[in-house]
């Protein structure tokens, strides 16, 4: 069970990612917010009573559309990042290619601060794993090149 809840976690951010590169320049907001649900291994998941994103590093806090299957999703997907995260990036691209998705994933172990410039600086990236939190100067790097 949690291992499914591991690979829908992983699909959810990367497309996230992915989506928002790809994304038009479209500002409107949801008319409401996607409901959240607790973890499926019956923990608690770190939320606070603030507004979604408003912590930075608090991915729990973001309210997410439901994933689209594996199968259902094409393209090549590109991760970089986190040396740290590296071998949960692998294992969690292992995953999704085994619940269905056909395209290939580049896991880059390159180190946080080298794979948010991949994606904030050069947009080369789907996704940047990271170990620690997006400092504000690469915030603004992503919002340079149109990405939120």
Do not use: H, W
């Not at 259902?72 to 949960?88: K, L, M, N, R």
């Amino acid at each position: 069970m949690f291992t499914k809840f591991r690979t829908v976690l992983f699909v959810l951010v990367a497309l996230s990612l992915v989506l928002a590169a790809c994304g038009g320049q479209d500002t409107a907001a949801p008319a409401a917010p996607a409901a959240t649900s607790a973890p499926a291994d019956g923990g608690s998941s770190s939320t606070d009573s603030g507004s979604a994103g408003e912590s930075e590093g608090d991915l729990m806090a973001v309210s997410y559309p439901m994933a689209p299957a594996p199968d259902e999703v094409s393209g090549d997907i590109i991760t970089a990042g986190s040396s740290t995260v590296f071998p949960v990036s692998e294992r969690m691209a292992e995953l999704f290619q085994q619940e269905g998705y056909t395209g290939n994933i580049t896991v880059d172990s390159i180190g946080t601060g080298a794979g948010f410039e991949r994606f904030c600086v050069a947009g080369e990236s789907d996704v940047a794993n990271a170990s620690r939190p997006i400092k504000s100067s690469e915030t603004e790097a992503c919002r340079s090149i149109g990405r939120e």
